[in-house]
């Protein structure tokens, strides 16, 4: 499956911002969709991610409460809405999909990526 985020740009502290990843076919459903970000120098790593039902979520805990995984299955789209913005949340944003039937955070149990989107929160 091919992903295309979209949604990324710059906020100021305490702002929000909804990070969107559309797949390329119908077998949207099927997969379990993550997120991931990257700052320069850093290895990426997991924010959140959303079981195929919808029913199972998962987040870090640097963003628990913050932000909020769903999908819109009938759009192929999976969406991160990010809230409370914080300098530190500042990064490339990645939207990922799997077959796992758990929420996994780590980036080889993902076998499609999309190209990123960049989130800058100024302070």
């Known amino acids: 499956v091919q992903l295309q985020a979209s949604g990324g740009g710059l906020v100021q502290a305490g702002g929000s911002l909804r990070l969107s990843c559309a797949a390329s076919?119908?077998?949207?459903?099927?997969?379990?969709m993550g997120w991931f970000r990257q700052t320069s120098g850093k290895e990426r790593e997991f924010v959140a991610a959303i079981s195929r039902s919808a029913i199972i979520t998962d987040y870090a805990d640097s963003v628990k409460g913050r932000f909020t995984i769903s999908r819109g299955d009938a759009k192929n789209t999976v969406y991160l809405q990010m809230n409370s913005l914080k300098p530190e949340d500042t990064a490339v944003y990645y939207c990922?999909?799997?077959?796992?039937?758990?929420?996994?955070?780590?980036?080889?149990?993902?076998?499609?990526w999309g190209q990123g989107t960049q989130v800058t929160v100024s302070s």
């Open positions: 076919d119908g077998t949207f459903s099927n997969y379990v």
């Open positions: 990922a999909a799997g077959s796992r039937w758990y929420t996994p955070r780590l980036l080889y149990e993902y076998s499609s």
